[in-house]
T-cell receptor, first 117, second 112 residues
Framework: AQTVTQSQPEMSVQEAETVTLSCTYD???????LFWYKQPPSRQMILVIR??????QNATENRFSVNFQKAAKSFSLKISDSQLGDTAMYFC??????????????FGTGTRLKVLA | EAQVTQNPRYLITVTGKKLTVTCSQN?????MSWYRQDPGLGLRQIYY???????DKGDVPEGYKVSRKEKRNFPLILESPSPNQTSLYFC???????????FGSGTRLTVV
């Protein structure tokens, strides 16, 4: 069974510093997608960044980047120049295709990040 | 604006009183899904739908029903709510596997 593990329940970082959130997953699939979602106190779920497993290049979106290590099944999120608005719960998610032709997302349990002024 | 509209935002109800949480998307997405979010458990899938009249169970379907009579709407029905269904619920839609989800704003449900 596929699982997604976020081993850091809570983290904090000083404003303007860099922080890395870890995510590991377990799968026997070779074709899949990975995502990071942000959930601020407003509780809205916002897609931050996505990575296709067949692409070796790490995805980047402004201050957000990932370190995708396929062999190690690791998908960490790096936030550079942290801002107070980055304070949120962050969820890692894995997507795989089902045999039926549908697809399924599996979410980790989340990492609560607090950016300190 | 492309969005998933979910209502109500908050709901307090009593055990056994049937309720429906509505979900509508304006992006012509085929794939829609319901999740519940509980502390320490992340998001768990309740039901999903690949298209009109096509629905299937997720990981925690017990006590829930869904319907997909129109492409844009995907309501979640609790026929006889119980306190263990107190949770934060999200509806989400996707235009394709690699695009990820667009989520609704969530429904905080309390069953007393």
């Amino acid at each position: 069974a596929q699982t997604v593990t976020q081993s850091q329940p809570e983290m904090s970082v000083q404003e303007a510093e860099t922080v890395t959130l870890s995510c590991t997953y377990d799968t026997s699939e070779s074709n899949y997608y990975l995502f990071w979602y942000k959930q601020p106190p407003s509780r809205q779920m916002i897609l931050v960044i996505r990575q296709e497993a067949y692409k070796q290049q790490n995805a980047t979106e402004n201050r957000f980047s990932v370190n995708f290590q396929k062999a190690a099944k690791s998908f960490s999120l790096k936030i550079s120049d942290s801002q107070l608005g980055d304070t949120a719960m962050y969820f890692c998610a894995f997507m795989k295709h089902r045999a039926s032709g549908t697809y399924k997302y599996i979410f980790g349990t989340g990492t609560r990040l607090k950016v300190l002024a | 604006e492309a969005q998933v509209t979910q209502n109500p935002r908050y709901l307090i109800t009593v055990t056994g009183k049937k309720l429906t949480v509505t979900c509508s998307q304006n992006m012509n997405h085929e794939y829609m899904s319901w999740y519940r979010q509980d502390p320490g458990l992340g998001l768990r899938q309740i039901y999903y739908s690949m298209n009109v009249e096509v629905t299937d169970k997720g990981d925690v379907p017990e006590g829930y029903k869904v319907s997909r009579k129109e492409k844009r709407n995907f309501p979640l029905i609790l026929e006889s709510p119980s306190p263990n269904q107190t949770s934060l619920y999200f509806c989400a839609s996707s235009g394709g596997a690699n695009y990820g989800y667009t989520f609704g704003s969530g429904t905080r449900l309390t069953v007393v």
